[in-house]
């Protein structure tokens, strides 16, 4: 029986890449994991990439925990809203809230050659909304919701996928202003939700090898990148750590907590 049996989790953005990695490390941990996406079955992708979040549940329940797909376009409020009551209606409970899901990428897979976004002068200005609505948006309503079971409760983990595009300036001026807004948005949460039993965590995974990193393997050096499930490892390890309220308000890292938890990545470089 893993560590999270009994435990009911809630990861956005979870058909392929970081969220159905993160999916799966509470998976094998026992948990109930509720995922959503847009792409709930098979047929027509908004993405070429494969995956949907049916798939992602049946392998959570394959390895041991109990997965469950929501259909759910968080660019739409109402439906992120009901995508947190289902879990709420049916399990009658919310431990864990991972916010992956994200805007902004558009631009991998829509035709657009990327040498003609080189500067933020160049770009669609959908690509800041993108990241600004199913992104950091998408995040505050889905916290929302969950939040107010969770405060409730008294108890509950909140982690939010950012990246250290949050701390540069390279990487683009409506990716790096959505990350660092993401990350200053969890850390007045996890103020105002320190005394109510909730800890709320910004999360920067590595270079992960999700499927869309993995179609450019040929410009990208992979030595030091992740599998998604060792960043669903590192999910999990906060989820079953008793003093987790010591990251609160934080950045945490992998590989930072890798070394912290002693995981290991089960699919190294």
């Not at 979870?14 to 026992?30: F, N, P, T």
């Not at 631009?107 to 933020?120: I, L, V």
């Not at 499930?229 to 999910?235: E, I, K, N, Q, S």
Request: glycine share 12%; net charge negative.
């Amino acid at each position: 029986m893993g560590l999270l049996a009994g435990k009911v989790a809630l990861v956005t953005g979870a058909s392929r890449g970081v969220g159905k990695g993160i999916a799966l490390g509470l998976g094998e941990q026992g948990a109930t994991v509720y995922v959503t996406g847009r792409t709930e079955t098979g047929g027509a992708a908004p993405t070429p990439l494969p995956g949907t979040v049916q798939v992602t549940a049946d392998e959570i329940t394959a390895i041991g925990g109990t997965g469950v797909a929501i259909g759910c376009d968080h660019r739409d409020d109402e439906q992120t809203r009901q995508a947190v009551q289902r879990v709420l209606a049916d399990a009658g409970r919310l431990d864990v809230l991972v916010n992956n899901v994200w805007g902004g990428y558009e631009y991998f897979w829509d035709g657009t050659p990327f040498w003609e976004e080189a500067g933020f002068w160049t770009q669609p200005l959908e690509r800041w909304d993108s990241a600004f609505q199913a992104g950091v948006r998408a995040h505050y309503v889905t916290t929302v919701a969950a939040a107010r079971a969770m405060v409730a409760a008294g108890a509950g983990l909140i982690v939010t996928v950012s990246s250290e595009g949050a701390e540069k300036t390279d990487t683009g001026v409506a990716y790096g202003a959505a990350k660092a807004a993401t990350d200053h948005m969890i850390a007045c949460m996890a103020h105002e939700l320190r005394d109510h039993g909730v800890t709320a965590v910004s999360l920067y995974p590595g270079l992960v090898r999700t499927e869309s990193v993995l179609r450019a393997a040929e410009f990208i050096d992979l030595t030091d990148s992740e599998s998604p499930l060792f960043v669903g490892r590192a999910v999990a390890a906060l989820a079953v750590d008793p003093d987790v309220a010591r990251h609160t308000g934080k950045v945490v890292r992998t590989s930072a907590l890798a070394q912290e938890y002693g995981f290991t990545d089960p699919h190294p470089r």
